[in-house]
C-alpha cells in the first residue's frame, strides 16, 4: 500500500459547511474523521451525487496527480492546472512505499488517473507519445481504449485511480472501488495501491 490515510488538516477545516463540496455528508464527514485505508483495495459504493468522484478526484491530487487525469509523473501535463477545491486542502499520509514513489526519480512513479470525463480526450491524443502508449487507441473502440490503458499503465505496482461513472444503473447507483489490479509475477502486492471508481453496468445487458 501507498496511502494509509486521507484527511483535512485542522487549519484547512472550513468553518462552514454549507457550501460544495463540505456540504456533501461524505466531504463533511471526511473532514471531520479522515478516511483510513487498510487494505489494498477498497471499494467506494454509493448513490448518484454522493460525493464519490469528488472524493476520488482529490484522492488522486493528493498523490500528485492530475484531476483531469493521466498519468503520474508526466513530463508535458496542462499549463495552468487548477486543483479542486477537496484537493487544494486534501492531505494524504503515505506509507514508506509511498514516500519512495513520490520522492524517487520519475522512472520510479508509476501512477495513472483514468477519469471518465477526460477519457476519451487521452485514447484519441496519447497513443504514440513517449510514456504512454504504442498503440493508436484513437482508432480503437470505446472499451479496446481501456483496456489498453490497462494493460499499458497498469502492469506495474503502483497508484491507480479510475472513475468510471458515465452509465448509471436502473437503481440509480454507481460503484466507486480502489482496488490492486494482479501484480505482474515477482511483483509485491502489498505495494499496490488502485482507487477504482466505476458504476454497476446494466445487468440486463447481453
Known sequence: MFVRRAYIREPDRPAQRGQWPFAVPCVSQLADEGLR???PVTFLVGD?????STLVEAIAEGFKLDAYGGRLAAKRGRPNPQRTPLGDVLTLETTAAGSRMLGGPRSHKHGFFLRAE??????ENLGGVPGYWDADTASMSHGEGFLTIFSEMM???????????????????????VAAPRSPRGAKRRHTSLYLV???GDENAG
Not at 48 to 52: E, M, V
Not at 118 to 123: D, E, V
Open 37 to 39: 485505508f487498510t487494505a
Open 48 to 52: 448518484n451525487g454522493s460525493g464519490k
Open 118 to 123: 477526460t477519457a476519451f480526450n487521452l485514447t
Open 155 to 177: 502492469s506495474k505496482p503502483g497508484f491507480y485511480v479510475m472513475d468510471e461513472r458515465d452509465h448509471a444503473d436502473e437503481r440509480g447507483a454507481d460503484n466507486e472501488s
Open 198 to 200: 466505476t458504476d454497476n
